[in-house]
C-alpha cells in the first residue's frame, strides 16, 4: 500500500494553488504553475543538432570578434573615427554587463525552481 505513495515522484497537488493535478500534467490546469519538467528529446537528430551548434557557435563568436573593427576606430587619428571606436567599446562594455546579469538572473531562478521542485517532493 505504501508503495503507490513512494514511486510517485511527481506532485499531485499543485505546489502553488493546492489544486490536484493529474501527474501526467507538465503545467497546473488551475494557475499554470510548472509541475514537471517536460522531457527532453533524446532523438538522433536533436543530438546532431546540439553537436552542431556546439561545433559552431564558439567559431562563429570567434569570427564576429575577428570583424569587430572598434580597437581600429579607437586607434584612429580622424577624431570622428576616435568618437565612433569609443562608443563602440562602451557598447560592447554595456552588452557583455547585460548578458551576463542575464546569466545571473537565469541561474538564479533555475536554481529556485529546482529548490522549489525539492520542496514539493517533500510535500507541502
Ligand atoms: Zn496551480
Do not use: R
Not at 501527474?23 to 490546469?29: H, R
Request: charged content about 10%.
Amino acid at each position: 500500500m505504501d508503495n503507490l505513495n513512494t514511486t510517485s515522484s511527481m506532485p499531485s497537488v499543485c505546489p502553488v494553488c493546492h489544486q490536484s493535478v493529474l501527474p501526467q500534467y507538465y503545467f497546473c490546469p488551475n494557475c499554470g504553475a510548472k509541475l514537471n519538467i517536460a522531457p527532453l528529446s533524446t532523438t538522433l537528430k536533436t543530438q546532431v543538432w546540439i553537436y552542431f551548434l556546439s561545433i559552431i557557435l564558439p567559431i562563429f563568436c570567434f569570427l564576429f570578434i575577428g570583424k569587430w573593427p572598434g580597437n581600429k576606430y579607437l586607434k584612429s587619428n580622424d577624431p570622428k573615427a576616435k568618437e565612433i571606436g569609443w562608443f563602440a567599446w562602451a557598447l560592447l562594455i554595456i552588452s557583455t554587463i547585460v548578458t551576463y546579469w542575464l546569466i545571473y538572473i537565469w541561474t538564479k531562478n533555475a536554481v529556485q525552481s529546482a529548490q522549489n521542485s525539492l520542496n514539493a517532493d517533500f510535500g507541502i
